[in-house]
């Protein structure tokens, strides 16, 4: 993600475990480590995705994180949801031909992996520019970490506020939220 701030570039990633970050970490730093001035990590260990409410109001807050382990899938599970990833829309039928399943049990693995909460949502991705909007996202590093909860409910609060990261590094929390102007943003982040 391309940032106007003191950050110039933010990379996010998903991994299964910390060798894999390394991997990834040590190539970034050998191809072109002679480019980055400074670097920042944070772990997120929960996400809230809060929806597009400041369009259509009120919508179903999605969690991910803090789970108690990892569930056991199958290779047809991991195909099916690879098919999803490139394509949420795709048709029952259509998936059954890719995975050589049929339409029954293709129903079947997507009320389990629902069950499981391995798939909890679909997203919607706006291209905001174009309805005249703005993603800003805010960090906060707080002075009192048992007062975390109350700033979460308020962020709960506002529709313009996406999506809410608790973390751990730096900051810990960040909130992408969604305005017209910066003046907008100022006015929220003075409450």
Known sequence: ???????????????????????????LLDDYGQYIKQKKLSVVTKEYFLGHRYLWGESEIKVIGRTSGA?????????????????????ILDL?????????????????????KI??????????????????????LLSDLSKKDLVINFLFEN???????????????????VFRTVGELDKFLEK
């Open 1 to 27: 993600v391309f940032l106007q701030s003191s950050t110039d570039l933010e990379i996010s990633l998903k991994i299964k475990n910390s060798g894999e970050f390394y991997d990834f970490y040590n190539k």
């Open 119 to 140: 798939i909890i949502g679909h997203n919607l991705i706006l291209n905001l520019e174009v309805l005249g909007f703005n993603l800003f996202r805010v960090g906060i």
């Open 71 to 91: 569930v056991e899938l199958d290779n047809k599970d991991y195909e099916l949801i690879e098919e999803l990833v490139k394509d949420c829309r795709i048709g």
């Open 96 to 116: 059954g031909k890719k995975l050589s399943l049929s339409p029954s049990s293709i129903i079947y693995k997507l009320r389990n992996l629902q069950k499981k």
């Open 159 to 177: 529709k313009n506020v996406v999506k809410i990261n608790e973390l751990i590094g730096e900051r810990d929390l960040e909130f992408d939220c």
